[in-house]
């Protein structure tokens, strides 16, 4: 079978690119899937440990809570990108500098 | 080398490219679709991992609900957001890049240092669920026990997130709502 270690380095380099992409992209909408990413190596590991835990099934339930918060994060930060968007008329979260109107 | 494991190297080398390419492209619109190869080989990967019911789950609310948000909202912030992306900036590793480069790296390096000192298979409770038989077979039928679980001993987290939900949803389409009509 598969081992744990395994899942947990694909879920590793997952999440590493996450972090570049928050990190580096100029692009609000591509920091968003960067975090998304991060999420998924997340849940990847919640559910590779849930294979040893078959009456409680901890990792999966809270793998499927984190995909429930995955979907509201979505939906708020794409309102606030889309407002920031028409404030702004830029999504460059470098360019995002100031309070005031 | 058997199939199962064939297939989990197969699913993990799709995911990670893909994840790559995300990365690495200039395109946003080719980014958001090359996720979608990402979500999906994921997907994958949890079937693999004998969590069926959260493979399933992935493809509904991620691809069919979350790629199809981030695609709408990406077609509606308009025209300008292509534009910004188009411009010169130099090829994959460019300068301004390398801090960034250098941090996810390092993260990398600190992260697999950790995993190969942590040897997750020979943790104390895996050994003793293994013993128990406590580990899901790949011929189980995990469904039931989750929906089971879900309304008794994770009752009040359901509770929680559905109300977390709510509030979210309805935040964001008070935040996305046109200006002065309401």
């Known amino acids: 079978m598969i081992s744990l270690t395994d899942f947990l380095i694909v879920s590793a380099i997952l999440f590493c690119t996450g972090l570049y992409m928050i990190v580096s992209k100029r692009n609000a909408i591509q920091v ?23 009456f409680n099934n901890g990792g999966q339930l809270f793998a499927l809570f984190a995909i429930v918060l995955a979907a509201a994060t979505t939906a708020v930060a794409l309102a606030i990108i889309l407002n920031v968007y028409r404030q702004y008329k830029t999504i460059d979260p470098g360019k995002i500098d100031q309070l005031k109107d | 080398m058997s199939l199962v494991q064939g297939l989990f190297y197969l699913m993990s080398f799709i995911a990670v490219a893909s994840a790559l390419f995300v990365a690495g492209t200039k395109n946003l619109v080719r980014a958001i679709f090359l996720f979608f190869i990402t979500l999906f080989a994921l997907a994958g990967l949890y079937v693999l991992a004998l969590a069926d019911f959260v493979a399933i789950t992935q493809i509904v609310i991620y691809v069919g609900g979350i790629l199809v948000l981030i695609v709408f909202a990406f077609m509606l912030s308009g025209r300008e957001t292509l534009n910004t992306l188009g411009q010169p900036g130099g090829n994959f590793i ?20 950790m995993i190969t000192a942590a040897d997750a298979d020979h943790l104390i409770w895996i050994k003793n669920s293994v013993q128990m038989k406590n580990d899901i077979q790949p011929n189980a039928a995990m469904t039931e026990n989750i929906g089971i679980n879900l309304m008794t001993r994770y009752l009040l987290p359901f509770e929680a997130v559905s109300v977390l939900l709510m509030i979210a949803l309805v935040g964001a389409a008070h935040l996305s709502r046109k200006e002065g009509s309401a």
Do not use: C, T
């Not at chain 1, 999420?39 to 078959?54: G, T």
């Not at chain 2, 390398?98 to 600190?110: H, K, T």
């Open chain 1, 32 to 54: 968003l899937i960067g975090i998304e990413l991060m999420l998924n190596a997340a849940i990847l590991n919640l559910v590779a440990f849930s294979k040893y835990d078959r």
């Open chain 2, 94 to 113: 460019s300068i301004r890049k390398l801090p960034a480069l250098l941090l996810a790296a390092l993260f990398l390096i600190v992260l697999i240092n």
